[in-house]
């Protein structure tokens, strides 16, 4: 008897599951520390100015009955932030769209989503991490001066967040419901979770509520609310030598990132995805993007504070 195999026809082929995968995605974070946006903005411009008014100083000298008080000049400054455009753009033809086995509209269009969230996390991360009030890491027991003297035992210790939360304490940065609120990297949160001693992050948990240990949440820890995100910064050739990983834990009070946007042609806060017009003469090419006409920008240095550390599982 003659069988037909499957080797003897050409009707065999390879199945495709036509849902598409991405790579892994972290979560946008940054922008949410924007609490400072224009409220009354007066025209379209380059720029958006933020005034601020210097408090008076303290009246303690007690007033001579028959002499009048001598009247003090107010002052002010102010923090300008300068709206730049950014945006990116994905371009499909026709040949493209012809032989897929998938939507691959739907694809470019989720890519452009994502891209445009990424990328402004990314800008906001740069504004961030250039502000200029630095601890190093270590506890206090060390001595680095700069991001260049920050040697690969300078990891981020308990006692470093103490020193953050009573830095801005006097400085009069407000909280976020009572909290300062920090973006921590996974490896930097691995050396404060694991260091040991009645003062540390550990311990409270181990005697009290053991629950985080087993989740391995940081929560909050000494007035400060920790969001725990690979975005945080890291320079890979930042502390010693070039060779020690540098870390930026930043810790934040209201008021501490002020953002602006355009106000005309349909901008707004948020980068919006766009369809560009078919403009070949076949109409094979599909543009699809996204466009964003704004900035970021410190809005008190006094209320932001950047913990630069190496840690235990830099380069791993």
Do not use: C
């Amino acid at each position: 008897m003659a069988y037909t195999q499957q080797s003897s026809l050409s009707v065999d082929q390879a199945a495709f599951d036509q849902i598409a995968y991405f790579a892994l995605r972290s979560e946008m974070l940054f922008d949410a520390a924007a609490d400072v946006q224009p409220v009354a903005q007066s025209m379209p411009g380059t720029s958006v100015s933020f005034t601020i008014f210097s408090e008076l100083a303290d009246a303690i000298t007690p007033l001579t009955e028959t002499v009048d008080v001598t009247a003090v000049a107010m002052a002010d400054s102010q923090v300008s932030v300068t709206l730049t455009e950014y945006g990116n753009a994905i371009n499909t033809t026709a040949k493209l769209r012809g032989t897929s086995f998938l939507d691959v509209d739907t694809v470019a269009a989720n890519l452009i989503g994502y891209n445009a969230g990424s990328s402004m996390d990314t800008v906001v991360a740069n504004v961030l991490k250039a502000a200029t009030n630095v601890i190093y890491g270590g506890g206090g027991a060390t001595t680095p001066t700069s991001n260049a003297t920050v040697e690969s035992s300078d990891i981020l210790e308990a006692n470093d967040i103490r020193i953050a939360t009573a830095q801005l304490r006097k400085s009069n940065a407000q909280t976020f419901n009572g909290m300062y609120m920090a973006f921590i990297h996974p490896d930097v949160s691995y050396d404060l979770r694991r260091e040991t001693g009645a003062a540390s992050w550990r311990d409270p948990h181990v005697y009290s509520n053991i629950g985080p240990i087993y989740s391995g949440e940081i929560g909050a820890f000494e007035a400060v609310r920790f969001v725990e995100t690979p975005r945080a910064p890291l320079d890979l050739t930042g502390g010693s030598a070039s060779t020690v990983d540098l870390y930026q834990t930043i810790i934040m009070g209201r008021q501490s990132l002020a953002k602006a946007h355009s106000i005309v042609d349909g901008n707004g806060a948020y980068p919006s995805v766009r369809r560009g017009p078919v403009i070949d003469s076949l109409s094979r090419f599909n543009p699809i993007g996204w466009y964003w006409l704004g900035g970021y920008g410190i809005f008190r240095q006094a209320a932001i504070r950047l913990i630069n550390s190496s840690s235990s599982l830099g380069g791993a």
